[in-house]
Nanobody
């Protein structure tokens, strides 16, 4: 399984970005897809997740109402729409796939390389 994340960049506070994560090399019908982020000197932090097929979305409190996770099954791609970005959202964002789901990184089996998001004030 390979995951390729893209869409990061440098934006100003209040701006929006959409991250993409293209998945290949497997079938994901039994998997959860997730986004994590890691700021310098901090642990990797859960951002959002959803099941590849049907089910609810889950969000960290810090992003709920501003971020939206979605997927395009035909393209095998997961997205994260990020609105009203804040400087505190600055981090490297990683997409992940795993059967367990949840908010802990160790429940995910496959990881993308990450894409940098920098939000200036």
């Amino acid at each position: 399984v390979q995951l390729q994340a893209s869409g990061g960049g440098l934006v100003q506070a209040g701006d929006s970005l959409r991250l993409s994560c293209a998945a290949s090399g497997g079938t994901f019908s039994d998997y959860y897809m997730a986004w994590f982020r890691q700021a310098p000197g901090k642990e990797r932090q859960f951002v959002a997740s959803r099941r590849w097929t049907v089910g609810s979305d889950y969000y960290a409190d810090s992003v709920r109402g501003r971020f939206t996770i979605s997927r395009d099954r035909a393209k095998n791609t997961v997205y994260q729409q990020m609105n009203s970005l804040k400087p505190a959202d600055t981090a490297v964002y990683y997409c992940a796939v795993g059967r367990g789901g949840g908010t802990k990184p160790n429940t995910y089996d496959y990881w993308g390389r990450g894409t940098q998001v920098t939000v200036s004030s």
